[in-house]
């Protein structure tokens, strides 16, 4: 009876991996999308500033080292998961956690800042492309925290189960989707915008 459950159980989680990877696969085609967008529309000013204006270098690299760091404790808890170590697998992800909150606090700063120079999406096309697509990356950081919050408050309340590892891998999948993406925001549209 066992070996019947544990058959059901491993069943049960390829079906929602896959489900999972469809969903990871159409988030990929609207950053494809966003990307296409952004590509067209970042030459379009309308006189206001560019992304080499908005380019900060150490400001930049420090959300980009923030969220690549984040990615790093985000694997080490599904390590420590595989060995059912609850104590650890709380310690990184709370540490994801903060990291996460890190970079959203830097990004939310960097939008401020233009909003307080009036620089909003409706002053070019450059600017609704830019914060669409670096707006959108970081709403997909905000669920990826409130995500992490409900795991720990499962994990501490009943600990680790199979249901909790098979939910752990599918938010790993998506943190490191989401730092994928950043990757090629910080180097299309900071690097490649910013130094040309």
Same mark, same amino acid.
């Given at each position: ?26 988030? #990929? ?12 529309? @970042? ?113 501490? @309340? ?11 891998? #599918? ?26």
């Amino acid at each position: 009876m066992d070996k019947e459950k544990l058959h059901h159980e491993d069943e049960k989680t390829d079906i929602v991996k896959f489900g999972f990877w469809i969903y990871l696969m159409t988030d #990929l085609l609207m950053f494809a999308v966003l990307f296409a967008a952004y590509a067209v529309l @970042r030459d379009n000013n309308f006189g206001g500033i560019t992304i080499r204006e908005i380019f900060n270098p150490p400001f930049v690299l420090g959300e980009t080292l923030l969220l690549l760091t984040s990615s790093f404790t985000c694997g080490l808890a599904i390590v420590f998961a595989n060995q059912e170590n609850k104590k650890m697998v709380v310690s990184f992800l709370t540490l994801t956690l903060i990291l996460g909150l890190g970079f959203l606090s830097m990004e939310f700063s960097e939008f401020a800042k233009l909003f307080g120079e009036g620089q909003t999406p409706q002053r070019s096309a450059f600017l609704s492309s830019f914060f669409t697509l670096t707006g959108t990356h970081g709403l997909h950081i905000i669920v990826g925290c409130f995500w992490i919050i409900v795991m720990l408050a499962k994990i501490v @309340r009943s600990g680790l189960s199979v249901g909790t590892a098979r939910k752990l891998t #599918l938010f790993s999948l998506f943190w490191h989707f989401l730092d994928i993406v950043w990757i090629f925001i910080f180097t299309i549209v900071y690097l490649m915008g910013g130094l040309s």
